[in-house]
């Protein structure tokens, strides 16, 4: 059997194409920021809308904090397309290092992203999160959310030290999401410096 010499070029033929990168042969990366809030001053919520339907999956990276005042953390609330109706399931497991606590519920009117914000218990302490929403244009199927969050007090505040969570949900709706909101679970502020950004995964 005959062995060819294998080159550059060899290799990357079989590879998909894009005129972006500079050798015009390798895939490049292929996320994109969408949009980004910072918010300014307290407000209740945070809102994207007019979602460009042009991606496979969305992601959500944050630092958060509420004014939440007798914990040391807090969680984000996540709807989609306004919806506030009890359509919305999630489970999560939360640990610290020592021991672990894990807790889910079905027919709540929004999704439980645990760990995702800090509180001004802990001041200058932001939670961080990233957040992966799933084949979000496709309307056979319900839309799943992923997500892993965390905060370090650098101590303990109100008995809390640093945790670290994974949380996962579902929308029980078909429909494409073209718009999402995120809310404190416990309906206190978001607070200024508190940062989202939304990003499309191709």
Known sequence: MAVSRLTQTTLQNGFEKYNQLWDGRSAVGSMEAISSITVASAQSSVQFNNIP???????IRSIGTTDRSTYALDQFALRFNGDSGNNYSFHYLRGNGSSAVSSGGAGYSYIYIESSFSSTA???????????????????KNTIVRALSGLDVNGTINAVGG???LSSGAWLNTAAV???????????????YSTFTLYGIK
């Not at 992966?132 to 309307?139: E, G, K, R, S």
């Not at 073209?178 to 200024?192: A, G, V, W």
């Open 53 to 59: 339907q042009t991606y496979s999956h969305l992601q």
């Open 122 to 140: 802990g001041a200058s302490i932001f939670a961080a999160s990233i957040i992966d929403i799933l084949d979000y244009t496709n309307t056979n």
């Open 163 to 165: 945790f670290l969570a």
């Open 178 to 192: 073209t718009s999402l909101s995120i809310k404190s679970n416990y309906d206190q502020q978001i607070q200024p």
